[in-house]
Structure formats: C-alpha cells, structure tokens
C-alpha cells in the first residue's frame, strides 16, 4: 500500500507540474500580448476567440477522455477501447473542419461588428488548431493510462514553450529582421498581430502533435457496439464539462453580444481580460492547492478506518481558506506593483480584481466541499450544481452587462461561485458530515476583509505610493502573524520546529 501511495504521489507531481507550469507560462504569455498588440480591441478579440475555444474543445471531445479510462480498464482489451475511441473522435473532428469550413464567410460575417471585423481566415487558424488539439485529446489520455507522466509532461511543457518561441519570434525578433532585412521580411506587419498569435498556436499545436505520433501507431479496430457503451458513459460528463467552461468563460463570449456599444465591444472585453489575468493569481493557487494536497487527503481516506480521514477534509477546506486570504491581501496589498503586469490604459479595469478574486476563492472552496458527492458515489451532483451555477451567471450577466459593463461579468462569478459553494456545504453536511471550523473560517473572513478595507481606505487617502506600499505591508504582515500564531503547527516543521518545541 504504501509504494502504491508513493507512486500516486509521485505520477500526481509529474501530473500537477504539466498542468501548473503550461498554465502560468501561458498567463505570462497573455499578459504579454497586451503590450505587443496595438489595440485594445484587438486583445479583446484574442480573449472572445479562445473562449469559444474553450467551449468548443469541450463539444469536441464529448467526454472520450474520461469514457477511455473508463473503459479501457474495464474491457480485455484495451486496444480496442483506444482505436474505437481514436477513430471517433478524429471522425467527428472531420466532420466538424468540413461543416465550419462551409460555411467560414457567413459565421465571420455573424461575428463581426463588434468594433473589429473577424476575417475569414481567423476561423480556419482557430478551426484548425482545434482539430489538432482534440484529436491530441485521446493520445494523451493513452499515455496516463499507460503511466508515462513524464512524457506527458514533457510534450504539454514543449508545446507552451514552443507557443512562446514563436510569438517572441513574431513579435520581437521580426520587426528587428525588418530592419535589417526588409527585402526578406517585407511581410511582416505589427497590425496583423492577432494573425501571428493564432499562428504561432497553429505552430505549437501541430509540433505537439507530431510527437504524439508514435502513439497512434497502433492495429487500428473499431467495435460499433463498444462505441455506443462509451457514448451513453460519456454523455453526462460532456453536459457536466460545458456547464463548467460555460461558468469559466460565458462572460467573454457573450459579452460583446449583449453590450449595447459594438463599436466599444471588444475594446471593453479587452480591459475586463486582462484585469482578469491579474485575478488568475487565485486560480494558480488553488490548482496548485488541490495538486499538493489531494494526493494527501485520498491516502489519509485509505489508511485511515477511523474518523481521522474525516478532519482531514475539514483541515484541508480551513487551510484552503487561511492560506486563499493570504493570497488575496497579498495581491491587493502590493497592486500598485502587480498592475504594471498589464499596460497602463488596462488600468481602468482593475476595479474587478477583488471580486473576482474572492469569486474564485468561493470556486477553490466550492472544490474543497465537493469530495462529498464524490466520496459517496453521488457524482450527479455535480452537474447539478454545475448547470445552478451557470444559470445564476448567464441571468446576471443577461440583465447587467447592457447598464454595468464588464463589472457585470465580475459580479456575475462572484455570485455563482458563492451560490454553489454555500449548495454544496448544506448539500454535503446532509450527506456526508464533516466537521468543518466554521468558527475559525469566519474569523479568518472577518479579519482578512476588515485588513482589505484598510487597504481601500489606505489607497483612497494617500497619494504617496510607497508610503501606501508600507502601510499594506504591515496589514499583510497583521494577518500572517495571526495566521502563524493560531494555525500553523509550527512546531512540526524541520529544523526550525526544534526553535517552537523548545518554547
């Protein structure tokens, strides 16, 4: 059991790195093209694209990935499982390119308006990268059941790099080689930006496929009847999946439809994108939360018969929130830094940081009291709380977004995270009992908001930045110390533990 654990735990690293690391390299990434793309428009059009990206790759995928390891472990014969899986879904990716690809002119016609016109050729690049990206789906679903987490990390790590690589080329070595070189470079041109972005991911998709490649080397066999099993599995986890990229990324599409001024559309969209990246700080923690500490409470669950795995999700949810504040007054303490991650006339839309931010803190909770429906088989709920959750965000975002702008979409996530957060804490102490601290999380939540209304406070009276810097360092400082003093078991730490023990 306990080398079991051991390799969980380290597949689970490998795992969590090749997730992690693409993540925040592509917010670097994000960041950056707010600074190398002339427009503001033009970053709005970039956020809009891929999050019908986002939507579509769910669509695309129907569930297959989840459907595979399904079955693959329960048949005798897990070949069949993957080419049954491969041949579908690389047959609907087919089909997919052919109608879209039919009608390229009147679905870029339907999209523009909205103070950029969307060429036709934008669609193809993003049709195509796409294909690439869904039929690299079940290959990579291959290698994790084959247990090959590191070339799985390798490849999804090359790819964003590659992705970088590329844009670095565009848009800092090439306008230099026009210089050097007009007569080689005379097609370069800083106005097609959003062409050598979606380029440079067509690029980088197409790279990563390639190194797939040895996995679909395989005796191909399609079994109709297997297919079926695998569909009727995979359904509800494709509902599930759209309900919540839907939650993650509805704002961004629907925004340029429903704001009254087209003209201003994507040029809003833009501002609200970027002062989102700033508020990803949170979601990096709690991937990075769940990756470091799920592995520990599962093997807690497994070792344990007695109620101790039980504290365990209790602890897990408190530290969440303790450790999720800290980031949260540490990203709002020291914004008059972090801001310059983004142009200065983005700046106007920072306004939505500490709503968003305390959105996804209610999110990473939200995951937290989730391992009651999962723990008890009762996964449906999920979908349930899911699809709750994007209703309350599409009503919002419905009514407000046309008088209140993209502080609509801020207050829209606020609101659904919260109500599937509070859901699933009723829903769960019903079902699975766990004795969650709500004494300390209110505490926690008391002390971390009346430290951000110093902060406000602090921001609103005084001009001096440096000054305001100072002043918030100590309200961080307030909170850290309590967290230590009351929370942290600092006596079990190594070396400096032996300071603790002896006090």
Not at 45 to 64: D, E, K, P, R, S
Not at 106 to 120: N, R
Not at 128 to 143: E, M, N, Q, R, T
Request: hydrophobic fraction near 55%; glycine fraction near 4%; aromatic fraction near 16%.
């Amino acid at each position: 059991m306990a080398s079991e654990m051991k390799i969980l735990a380290k597949e689970t690293a490998i795992y969590g790195v090749s997730s992690i690391v693409p993540k925040l390299l592509s917010w670097f990434l994000g960041l950056f093209w707010a600074f190398a793309l002339e427009t503001r428009a033009e970053m709005g059009a970039i956020t809009n694209f891929y999050a019908y990206v986002a939507l579509l790759q769910v669509i695309l995928t129907y569930g297959m990935e989840t459907g595979f390891f399904r079955f693959a472990n329960k048949e005798k014969d897990p070949m069949t499982v993957y080419s049954t899986t491969l041949i579908s879904i690389f047959s609907t990716t087919l089909l997919f390119l052919i109608v879209a690809f039919s009608f390229i002119n009147p679905i870029s016609t339907a999209l523009s308006g909205f103070g950029m016109a969307i060429k036709p050729h934008y669609l193809v690049v993003i049709f195509l990268i796409l294909a690439i990206d869904v039929s690299a789906a079940i290959p990579f679903a291959y290698l994790r059941f084959r247990q090959r987490p590191i070339k799985f990390a390798s490849i999804k790590i090359i790819n964003v790099v590659l992705t970088i690589l590329f844009n670095m080329f565009f848009f800092l070595l090439s306008p230099w080689l026009k210089d050097v070189s007009p007569a080689l470079f005379g097609w370069y041109d800083i106005k097609n930006g959003v062409d050598y972005i979606l380029y440079s991911n067509l690029m980088a998709s197409a790279s990563q496929f390639l190194f797939l490649t040895p996995e679909l080397r395989i005796k191909y066999k399609f079994n109709k009847e297997l297919l079926v099993k695998i569909l009727r599995y995979s359904f509800p986890i494709m509902i599930l999946g759209i309900a919540g990229v839907l939650n993650q990324t509805m704002d961004k599409i629907i925004f340029p439809i429903l704001y009254p001024n087209k003209a201003d559309a994507l040029t809003q969209l833009g501002i609200y994108g970027q002062s989102f990246k700033i508020a990803i700080i949170m979601v990096m923690f709690t991937q990075a939360f769940r990756y470091a500490f799920e592995p520990f409470i599962f093997a807690r669950d497994k070792a344990s018969s007695s109620g101790k795995s039980v504290q365990s999700y209790a602890d897990a949810s408190k530290y969440f929130l303790i450790l999720g504040f800290l980031i949260f007054l540490f990203t709002m303490g020291y914004i008059d830094i972090i801001k310059f991650l983004i142009p200065k006339n983005y700046h106007e839309g920072l306004k939505v940081v500490p709503i968003v931010m305390m959105g996804e803190l209610f999110f990473g909770l939200y995951f937290n009291l989730s391992l009651w429906y999962k723990l008890t088989d009762k996964t449906r709920w999920g979908a349930y709380m899911s699809i709750m959750g994007f209703v309350v965000t599409l009503i919002i975002q419905i009514i407000f977004i046309p008088t209140h702008s993209y502080m609509a979409c801020a207050w829209a996530a606020f609101f659904a995270n919260l109500v599937m957060m509070l859901v699933s804490y009723f829903l769960g102490q019903k079902h699975y009992p766990i004795p969650y601290n709500l004494k300390t999380a209110a505490l926690f939540t008391v002390i971390a908001l009346v430290l951000l209304a110093g902060m406000q406070i602090t921001h609103n009276i005084i001009n001096n930045v440096w000054l305001r810097l100072g002043i918030n360092t100590i309200f961080v400082a307030i909170y850290a110390f309590i967290v230590v003093k009351k929370e942290l078991p600092l006596h079990q730490l190594p070396v400096i533990g032996q300071y603790f023990r002896k006090k």
